[in-house]
């Protein structure tokens, strides 16, 4: 699943995801479509952490980071 949009600030940006990473797991299980990134996220709790595994440049990277609630209007 590659990441083409990435919000400013977010908690992911922040850990260190970036646009062109490709997600290939999601909490230690493996994701093959954007849904079941989407899923994951869903059964966590604003304050629990998720860990994405993702490929960049060839090289697999782990990037771990809390859920915080969205402010409205993004």
Do not use: M, Y
């Not at 899923?39 to 440049?57: C, D, M, P, T, Y």
Request: aromatic content about 6%; some cysteine.
């Amino acid at each position: 699943c590659l990441v083409i949009e990435l919000l400013r600030d977010a908690p992911a940006h922040k850990a260190g995801l970036e646009l062109g990473d490709v997600i290939t797991g999601v909490n230690g299980d493996a994701v093959s479509h954007p849904s079941e990134i989407d899923f994951a996220v869903w059964e966590k709790f604003v304050g629990e952490f998720i860990s994405l595994r993702v490929n960049r440049a060839g090289q697999d990277k782990t990037v771990r980071f809390r859920l915080k609630e969205l402010a409205r209007g993004r």
